[in-house]
């Protein structure tokens, strides 16, 4: 079985994304009988979702596992649904900021993710990290790849599976700020426990999971 997982360059003036330290860890130690390949993805708008078809074709993944941060989260969040919407609150690394415009023009409003979003919560609660589902993705890049990739799957890949997992902060990231945090390896261990259960079910379970995020 063949997953691929995507995370993110630093950006807004960060020297760290923690979805990308996250996804290095995994791919470096991936679940039993399970090829993992992590790519990064730039933080820019267009080109993120350039990457990420690339990295499909070049990899034939059977699950695609996009990674993001969310400053201020206090959990891990897998993320159920993707909204046709860019509206950026600050430029991307590129210095892009659309406004309230189309991801896709004329494609659908939202996209659901394919993945057993409720499993893959309770896998990694199971693993002893916290975590929950998330019904926003917010409307920067990491919306926009996640819309894009379920875009994807929808016009050219349909019998690929794929969904978005959001990851707090880093703690040498808050060191200042006193804002929520995880370690980056915590963050693997949950990363893990999520594709595994991606991977290996196809069926959701029936769990309350109605918050926000």
């Keep these: ?56 074709l070049e990899h034939e993944p059977e699950v695609v596992v996009c990674v993001g941060q969310a400053g201020g989260r206090h959990a891990v969040t897998v993320e159920r649904v993707a909204i046709n919407l860019d509206d950026a609150r600050i430029p991307d690394n590129a210095g892009n900021q659309p406004i ?10 939202a996209y659901f993710a394919t993945l057993p979003v409720k499993a893959c919560v309770a896998a990694a609660r199971k693993a002893g990290i916290p975590a929950s589902v998330s019904h926003t993705a917010g409307t920067f890049v990491c919306n926009h790849v996640f819309y894009g990739l379920m875009h994807l799957i929808a016009t050219e890949f349909p019998e690929l599976r794929g969904g978005f997992v959001h990851v707090p902060y880093a703690p040498q990231q808050v060191l200042d700020h006193g804002e929520p945090s995880m370690p980056v390896q915590l963050v693997a261990e949950a990363l893990t426990a999520i594709v595994t259960a991606a991977v290996l079910l196809h069926d959701d379970l029936r769990l309350v999971g109605g918050a926000i995020h």
């Design 1 to 56: 079985m063949r997953a691929l997982l995507t995370g993110f360059e630093p950006f807004d003036g960060a020297t760290v994304n923690p979805s990308w330290e996250a996804v290095r860890l995994v791919a470096q130690a991936p679940p039993v009988q399970l090829t993992v390949h992590a790519v990064q993805l730039p933080c820019v708008f267009g080109e993120a979702t350039e990457r990420l078809r690339e990295a499909i």
């Design 100 to 109: 309230d415009q189309p991801i896709v023009p004329g494609g659908p409003s």
